[in-house]
Antibody, heavy 129, light 114 residues
Framework: QMQLVQSGAEMKKTGSSVKVSCKAS????????LHWVRQAPGQALEWMGW????????YYAQKFQDRVTISRDRSMSTAYMELNSLKSDDTAMYYC??????????????????????WGQGTLVTVSS | DIVMTQSPDSLAVSLGERAAINCKSN????????????LSWYQQKPGQPPKLLIY???IRESGVPDRFSGSGSGTDFTLTISSLQAEDVAVYYC??????????FGGGTKVEIK
């Protein structure tokens, strides 16, 4: 069964950092881009970035470029999203997601265009002072 | 970044009636080399992650009921629920992945029973 299982809820102080994990199973971890998406309470989905587990290449949304680091441990089939300098408006559900069968190559960039058919269950991060 | 605008923000439809949600991109998301529009639709119920319904504008994901259909090309897209069921109450999001370096979602449309 193909799935992504995320770490548990976190409560953090403003200015601190949080690191969320996402463990993949049921498919070859290195073959698929792994994305992170967040959703503030009552708000829309917001894409944060991706990692290519094969070689560790990353790309981040401009909004998060200065504060986010996505990494992976191939031996554990696990990806991580670390967000620094937390603010109260970083309070959100954080999801990892991948496209196991719904991907095409973007010939302009050499990267993949992905429709997310597998999602983690989400990790709630609450930030307060 | 490509901006995705959904309308309406919410709609209430009677059981068995048709529901239509619109999504407009401010740039073309059709790849003319393969004639695919890189637009996906997701359904999200409270307390759950999103679920993929439609990808490449009109291809229904495996296991999704055929009352869900997607249409459109280029910049204008529609998700149609042909006969609304109680279990379809949810928030629906469109997403473009034409730009593989800047994926973006619409603001969401909440569907309720009238």
């Amino acid at each position: 069964q193909m799935q992504l299982v995320q770490s548990g809820a976190e409560m953090k102080k403003t200015g601190s950092s949080v690191k969320v994990s996402c463990k993949a199973s049921g498919y070859t971890f290195t073959y698929r881009y792994l994305h992170w998406v967040r959703q503030a309470p009552g708000q829309a989905l917001e894409w944060m970035g991706w990692i290519t587990p094969f070689n560790g290449n990353t790309y981040y949304a401009q909004k998060f470029q200065d504060r986010v680091t996505i990494s992976r441990d191939r031996s554990m089939s696990t990806a991580y999203m670390e967000l620094n300098s937390l603010k109260s408006d970083d309070t959100a559900m954080y999801y990892c997601a991948t496209a196991l069968g719904r991907e095409d190559y973007d010939l302009l960039t050499g990267h993949r265009r992905s429709a997310f058919d597998i999602w983690g269950q989400g990790t709630l991060v609450t930030v307060s002072s | 970044d490509i901006v995705m605008t959904q309308s309406p923000d919410s709609l209430a439809v009677s059981l068995g009636e048709r529901a239509a949600i619109n999504c407009k991109s401010n740039q073309n998301i059709l790849d003319s080399s393969n004639n695919k529009s890189y637009l996906s639709w997701y359904q999200q119920k409270p307390g759950q992650p999103p679920k993929l319904l439609i990808y490449w504008a009109s291809i229904r994901e495996s296991g999704v009921p055929d009352r869900f259909s997607g249409s459109g090309s280029g910049t204008d897209f529609t998700l149609t629920i042909s006969s609304l069921q109680a279990e379809d109450v949810a928030v629906y999001y469109c997403q473009q992945c034409y730009s593989s370096l800047a994926l973006t979602f619409g603001g969401g449309t909440k569907v309720e029973i009238k």
